[in-house]
């Protein structure tokens, strides 16, 4: 069975500060894995995602992930947040089906 | 193109009745997934048609069920309501090739409150 855990639940930041977001994975099986964006009262939205190749993937606003195997991990990364940025952030694996995690708030402060 | 439409956006029912709430994917998009959002329990997996057929299933009772129609619109389907039951419930589509969700679009939701 696959899982993911993000282990912030809540992230302050000010802006243009960097930020980090948290993800690691457990599967028996390859995975690929993504990043969701969801804003309030929003659907999600995908920011970006790993499904081979190169291990660090980028998104059009700025935003990177790098998958690290051997960590089991796919951190979310951004040198210089804005407030705009201000949303729930969701981690997913998907061997077939899309598993989340629990969901990380980043809260960008002016 | 548009994108995925889940109708309606809001609801508001009674427990014990039944609820139907409905997800228009993406054109030429064959799979639609569905998920249970709620702040206790995130986000969780209920189930994934393709081309009208079940093809993955969460863990959730038998009151949740769904169908795909040729069309790849889809319906869920929960009798029975519960107060529980009160959550965002999310539609996503995908082309739905042996990748599974490899690229899901997913809908503004529908929020059902249950009283």
């Known amino acids: 069975a696959q899982s993911v855990t993000q282990l912030d639940s809540q992230v302050p930041v000010f802006e243009e500060a960097p930020v980090e977001l948290r993800c690691n994975y457990s599967s028996s099986v390859s995975v690929y894995l993504f990043w969701y964006v969801q804003y309030p009262n929003q659907g999600l939205q995908l920011l970006l995602k790993?499904?081979?190749?190169?291990?660090l993937v980028e998104s059009i606003n700025g935003f990177e992930a790098e998958f690290n195997k051997s960590q089991t991990s796919f951190h979310l990364r951004k040198p210089s947040v804005h407030i705009s940025d201000t949303a729930e952030y969701f981690c997913a694996v998907s061997p077939d089906k899309l598993i989340f995690g629990t969901g990380t708030r980043l809260q960008v402060f002016p | 193109k548009a994108g995925v439409t889940q109708t309606p956006r809001y609801l508001i029912k009674t427990r014990g009745q039944q609820v139907t709430l409905s997800c228009s994917p993406i054109?030429?998009?064959?799979?639609v997934s569905w998920y249970q959002q709620t702040p206790g329990q995130g986000l969780q997996f209920l189930f994934e048609y393709f081309s009208e057929t079940q093809r993955n299933k969460g863990n959730f009772p038998g009151r949740f069920s769904g169908r795909q129609f040729s069309n790849s619109r889809s319906e869920m389907n929960v009798s029975t309501l519960e107060l529980g039951d009160s959550a965002l419930y999310l539609c996503?589509?995908?082309?739905?090739?042996?990748?599974?969700?490899?690229?899901?679009?997913f809908g503004q939701g529908t929020r059902l409150t249950v009283v």
């Open positions: 790993y499904l081979s190749g190169s291990t």
């Open positions: 054109s030429g998009h064959r799979s």
């Open positions: 996503a589509s995908s082309k739905g090739g042996w990748e599974g969700n490899t690229e899901a679009f």
